[in-house]
Structure formats: structure tokens, C-alpha cells
């Protein structure tokens, strides 16, 4: 029960935090938005500190994340993840992108395995690769809605070995037509995800009992998307790629009978 709660208030947290800048209208000077995340990052100090933030919530739930063991560095850089997403967004290259994805994904599985008590080097890093997945995952998405706040998180030098640029992206969302050059650049940051993906099921059998099948159907659903965005024939610059409502089901499914042959595999306990 409190580690449900648990979840649930971190997934308010991350909501609450991502919503300062992304559910704010375009028209928002950047300036306000990083007075916003001021305002809010002395707060959740302030909690994470044992003083009363004035949101009972926060103040339970960074006492207990810093009582499992959390560093403030993991929430300090969830925090700078979200602030990097203010005005103009330009990435150079896959390490500025892995260090994106790290701030704004794996620090929540991060902050997930100490609120489990899971504190393994090789377990945390597995947590950082899944979350890495699924940040890339959401980038290959939603590159078009991105494109509309003038943020662009594919990395700069892949485009240039692929012959792209910002004009070209602007060019194919208006056409509507892709370059063959652009659907493998796509393809390039699935793998990357793939591979990520693959690293966080060799840590998955070994979480507890109670929240494995959860993480396993969460990672699954998203790595969903690929296969969506495939069948969408790759334009993710005019619609955005989502599981349907079956197709969550079927993928959850399978999923759970993989983590169920894993464990059994692994001789731990079955489910």
C-alpha cells in the first residue's frame, strides 16, 4: 500500500515538474517558465531537507525518498532535465542526448529502485538503461510535436551523417513525403532503444515480486510504439505513434510470459 502511494506521488512529481514547462503556452517567455522552476526547485529542497514546503505531499514524499536512501543529485537532475526543455532545444550528439535522457528518464527509475530498496550497482544501471528507452522512445515520437515548440532532440552530427537538417525536417512535415535517409535515422535511434530495452529485461526477474510484472508490461507498451510508428510508415512529423487499447493487451500479455519465463529460467520464484 505505501509503495503504491509511493508511485503514485512520484508520478505526480514528474507530471507536476514536466507540466511547469511543457503545459505552458508557447507564448510564456522563457524567462517566466525558468522563474517557475526557480520557485519550484526551493521547494522540493526545501522538502527533501525535512523543512515544511507547504505541500504536505511533497514534504512525505522527499522524506521518505531521502530515508530509502535517495541522493539529491537524482532529483536535482530530474529537475535540470525539465529545464533543458526551455526555448530553442538543439542536441549535438548522442552523448548530449544520453545525457538528456538520463536527467528526465532514468532518473526515475533511479528514484523507483531506492523507494523498492533496490540499491545493486548492475540493478540501477539496468533502471537507467530502461528509462533511457523509453526517453528515446518518446523522441522518436514525437519529433513533430517538438518541432512545433522549436525543439529538436535528434542529434545534430546523426542528421548531418544522414544528409538532414532542421529545413529538411520543416521540408517533410509540410509534404508530408520522407526522405529514405530520415526513416533510417529513425530506425538508428529505435535500435539504440532496442538495445536499452534488452539491458533492462536482464534486471527485471530480479526485481520484487510485487512490482516486476508492472515494470515488465510498462516497458513492453512503450517499446510498443515502435512497431506503431513503423506501421505508420515512419511519419511521426504529421501524427503520433500510440498503442490502441488491444494492442496495450496483447503486448502486456506477452510481456508478462516472458518475465514469467525469466524467473523460471533464473530460479527465483514464480509469480
Known amino acids: 500500500k505505501d509503495f503504491r502511494r509511493e508511485v503514485v ?5 514528474c507530471r507536476l515538474t514536466d507540466d511547469l514547462v511543457d503545459g505552458a503556452s508557447t507564448q510564456v517567455a522563457p524567462e ?8 519550484w526547485q526551493r521547494q522540493v529542497r526545501m522538502a527533501y531537507e525535512g ?9 512525505w514524499l522527499m522524506q521518505r525518498s531521502r530515508q530509502a536512501g535517495l541522493p539529491w543529485e537524482v532529483v ?32 526515475v527509475g533511479v528514484w523507483m529502485c531506492y523507494l523498492m530498496g533496490v540499491r545493486m550497482p548492475r540493478l540501477l544501471a539496468r533502471a537507467e538503461a530502461l528509462g533511457r528507452a523509453m526517453q528515446y522512445t518518446n523522441i522518436v515520437r514525437d519529433v513533430g510535436e ?5 525543439r529538436l532532440y535528434l542529434p545534430a552530427d546523426r542528421m548531418a551523417a544522414y544528409g538532414l537538417d532542421l ?10 513525403v520522407l526522405d529514405p535517409s530520415y526513416v533510417a535515422l529513425l530506425e538508428e535511434l529505435m535500435q539504440q532503444a532496442e538495445r536499452d530495452y534488452e539491458a533492462a529485461w536482464e534486471a527485471i526477474p530480479a526485481l520484487p515480486p510485487r512490482v516486476r510484472g508492472a515494470i515488465a508490461v510498462a516497458a513492453e507498451v512503450y517499446r510498443g510504439i515502435h512497431a506503431v510508428l513503423r506501421q ?14 488491444p494492442e496495450k493487451i496483447g503486448l502486456s500479455v506477452a510481456a508478462l510470459r516472458r518475465l514469467r519465463r525469466a524467473v523460471l529460467i533464473t530460479g527465483m520464484q514464480a509469480l
Open 9 to 13: 506521488l512520484l508520478y505526480g512529481f
Open 167 to 176: 529545413a529538411d525536417l520543416l521540408r517533410m512535415q509540410q509534404t508530408g
Open 232 to 245: 505508420n510508415h515512419y511519419d511521426n512529423l504529421t501524427r503520433r505513434a500510440y498503442t490502441t487499447l
Open 76 to 107: 536535482q537532475a530530474l529537475l535540470d532535465g525539465v529545464r533543458q526543455d526551455i526555448g530553442p532545444v538543439r542536441v549535438a550528439s548522442y552523448e548530449e542526448l544520453d545525457r538528456y535522457a538520463y536527467r528526465v528518464g532514468s532518473t
Open 146 to 150: 517538438d518541432l512545433q515548440r522549436d
Open 51 to 59: 523543512r515544511p514546503s507547504g505541500l504536505p505531499w511533497l514534504d
Open 32 to 39: 517566466l517558465l525558468q522563474k517557475r522552476l526557480d520557485r
